[in-house]
């Protein structure tokens, strides 16, 4: 891939795990995975402004360093998911619908259980 592609796409990356900080259904930690890997091979300056980011580069570095995610980050997670989830299977009709909405839930927060605790 050209570098100025990789470059597109880990902002894209960026603004997409910036947009899942605040909400629930968007991961972060994925999306910045993706930037991180992107801007790792088009642009060293880019790749050392996330990782040194004092709020997003906390993500990468802990993920890439195998100490997982904080406790409180879990269970806040956990939350808004399910009530975002609870809310959505509540105004929708459609049993299939609600029935994938469950399941996507259930996956989402059996990845999160799974992933380490950061203590």
Known sequence: MSRIVLIIV?????LLAVLGVFLPLLPTTPFLLL??????????????????????GNYILNFQSGKGIP???????????WTSMSFS?????????????????IAVSLMILR???LR
């Open 89 to 105: 299977i509540y105004k929708i009709e459609a049993v299939v619908v609600q029935l994938i909405l469950v399941a996507v839930g």
């Open 10 to 14: 880990g902002s894209i990356a960026v």
């Open 71 to 81: 406790l409180r980050g879990k269970i806040v997670a956990l939350l808004l998911i």
């Open 115 to 117: 992933m380490k605790t």
């Open 35 to 56: 930037a991180s890997a992107c801007y790792f091979r088009s642009s060293p300056r880019m790749y050392r402004w996330l990782v040194s980011n004092r709020i997003l």
